[in-house]
């Protein structure tokens, strides 16, 4: 008789002293094999852990004829009866207290040796990795990764139930939508030299369900954005998209911040406090030069222009002459070696900066002074300096001029640096942000327009809309992101919900009332029968289980991720297709189309 293995008694990670002298069904993959002259010791693997199972050639010959020829990732189902380890307890394993002795041992499929070990830490190749993801999946560290992202998705599935949201999906064969990045399209087979686009985020559809009178939506979705591949980008990502209506961005920030407490218990066990601490862009910009401030650890940027303004310094005079700004770094009695610090400035040389114009307070035979090639430029404002940025002996300061841009770019990369280097992140800090007041517009200098900082149909600031025609670089949003430990968590805003102030957005945008007919005629015709306010948000899911698990890359926490090159080494997609496919769909590929 075949073990009935649809009838296992426990998971692999469960069996305890109190299950002693109980007759067990186990079933999973050999992680181990040990062949102890006469005793075979097999360890069986499932999600929930791994049991010591012990073959006795006198009591289960026949059990034991089958665990002798088992290797690794074979997938057996075992009956046996659980007992003590005595004196050969394992304290590393949950079960190390007990063994299962097998009296029968069914092989159910045998493996091949896997391409790689099915272990926590393993050396291979990230392609072969992918390639072989299944083998990759059964590794205790990526199971539980999955697992805390399931977990994840339900508690704000339940938290967006409780809070009367409703889930409804929207279509993925849709039109463009705008998110700023490429659109994947897909053909028509119907309607010949047309395509579908795969949406950049259910935007329009959430707006239209508020226009619906639907009140509250949230959806777990999928997203598709053809963008050149960061290191922390997948072309096809999850975000949890939710929408309200009759609300301000308070309603909408006050929801999330509930649905951010319930992530972090879920996933950590943590309770974060509420409500998260709120700073404008341009105050972001000023103090850490980015729009998403890692507020973990000091090291603020400070404005010395005026000061500067007052040296004789020519780096720092053509800045200035050319409209920019002076700013600076101090970082506090660090032990700044001159090769970290002429290392930082070949970085940012490296990302495109001039230099990083770097001195140290030094005690001199005369009392405090700045040292290093610059301090005799800088030497006449010592006093003035030191006051301002409040420096010490043994301070380093790094300085930066130029257009506040490129300032704010260069200063951010030394602040972050400077802090790996120092060790300055606490670790198990979670330090959540929001960043509100940001422009409407941002204006692109090479292809001289306007373009929305978020996407188009985020609402201006009622004081600012006077200047939407005069002044569109003055006015502001109400648009908000949510930022974790210096990573933009998730991105909102309340909508447009006027016809007319919508055209007008478009207008500024360069986007003609006949463009705007063409591509957003559904949305413009739907603002015109009775458009309740309404304003929401979307978290990047994928990115959020990134952090709450600990991993590094967004790969390792999508189950079948693309490379970098948005390619799938599993499935090989995206691939070739027939002739036959595509005389249907009426393409014809260029040839030599990549040169
Ligand atoms: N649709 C936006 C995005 O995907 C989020 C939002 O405004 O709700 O980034």
Redesign the pocket.
């Known amino acids: 008789m075949t073990i009935a293995y649809n009838r296992r008694t426990h998971r692999c990670g469960q069996l305890r002293l109190s299950n002693v002298g109980e007759s067990v069904i186990l079933a999973g993959w050999v992680q181990k094999y040990r062949d102890h002259g006469g005793m075979v010791f097999i360890d069986l693997r499932d999600y929930t852990g791994v049991t010591q199972i012990r073959f006795n050639p006198e009591t289960d010959p026949k059990a034991h004829t089958i665990a002798r020829s088992l290797r690794t990732e074979d997938v057996i189902a075992v009956a046996g009866e659980v007992a003590p380890r005595g004196e050969n307890v394992n304290p590393k394993l949950p079960t190390g207290e007990i063994e299962v002795l097998g009296h029968q041992c069914d092989l159910l499929s045998k493996a091949d040796t896997t391409p790689f070990e099915v272990a926590d830490h393993i050396e291979a190749n990230e392609d072969l990795r992918l390639k072989y993801r299944y083998v990759d999946l059964r590794r205790p560290v990526m199971q539980k990764v999955f697992r805390t992202r399931h977990r994840i998705g339900k508690a704000i599935r339940d938290y967006f139930d409780e809070n009367g949201f409703v889930e409804i999906e929207t279509p993925f064969l849709t039109k463009s939508t705008p ?1 700023g990045a490429r659109d994947y399209l897909v053909p028509s087979r119907v309607k010949r030299g047309t395509f579908y686009a795969l949406p ?2 259910p ?1 329009i559809f ?1 707006q239209l369900f508020m226009i619906a009178g639907f009140d509250r939506y949230a959806q777990i979705v999928r ?1 598709f954005r053809d963008e050149d591949l960061r290191a922390d980008r997948q072309p096809e990502f999850t ?1 949890l ?1 939710m ?1 309200m209506s009759f609300v301000q961005m308070e309603d909408v920030m006050t929801v999330v911040e509930g649905c951010v407490q319930r992530i972090f218990k879920a996933a950590l066990d943590i309770d974060v406090p509420v409500p998260f601490p709120r700073i404008s862009e341009g105050e972001a910009m000023e103090r850490f030069g980015i729009d998403r401030p890692d507020t973990r650890f000091g090291l603020e940027l400070q404005d010395v222009t005026d000061i500067a303004r007052r040296c004789d310094f020519r780096v720092f005079s053509e800045a200035l002459a050319a409209g920019g700004v002076v700013k600076c770094i101090v970082a506090r009695g660090g032990e700044l070696t001159r090769k970290i610090t002429d290392g930082l400035t070949e970085e940012i040389k490296g990302i495109g900066g001039a230099g990083l114009p770097v001195t140290k307070v030094i005690q001199g035979a005369g009392g405090p002074e700045f040292s290093t090639g610059i301090a005799k430029f800088i030497q006449p404002v010592f006093a003035e300096l030191c006051a301002k940025v409040g420096t010490q002996v043994g301070d380093t300061i790094f300085f930066m001029p130029g257009r506040f841009a490129h300032v704010c770019k260069y200063l951010h990369y030394v602040r972050t640096r400077l802090a790996q280097i120092m060790e300055l992140i606490p670790p198990n800090r979670w330090n959540l942000l929001w960043v509100v007041d940001f422009p409407l517009f941002v204006w692109d200098e090479e292809a001289n327009r306007w373009f929305s900082t ?2 188009p149909f ?1 609402a201006p600031k009622d004081e600012d809309l006077q200047y939407l025609e005069s002044d569109p670089g003055r006015v502001r949003s109400k648009a908000y992101d949510l930022v974790l430990n210096g990573t933009e968590m998730a ?3 309340i909508r447009i919900h006027r016809r007319d102030v919508q055209a007008r957005v478009f207008r500024v945008l360069g986007i003609s009332d006949e463009e705007a007919h063409l591509r957003f005629e559904f949305l413009m015709d739907a603002l015109r029968f009775g458009a309740p306010p309404h304003g ?3 978290f990047g899911f994928d990115r959020w289980t990134m952090l709450l698990t600990g991993q590094e890359s967004l790969r390792d926490v999508v189950a079948f991720p693309k490379t970098q090159r948005a390619v799938c080494p599993l499935t090989g997609a995206p691939a070739p297709v027939g002739q036959d496919q595509l005389d249907e769909l009426q393409l014809l590929i260029k040839a030599n189309a990549d040169g």
């Open positions: 998110e950049q985020s935007q959430k997203c975000q998209d929408e978020h996407h985020t991105g909102g805003s929401g948000i979307a």
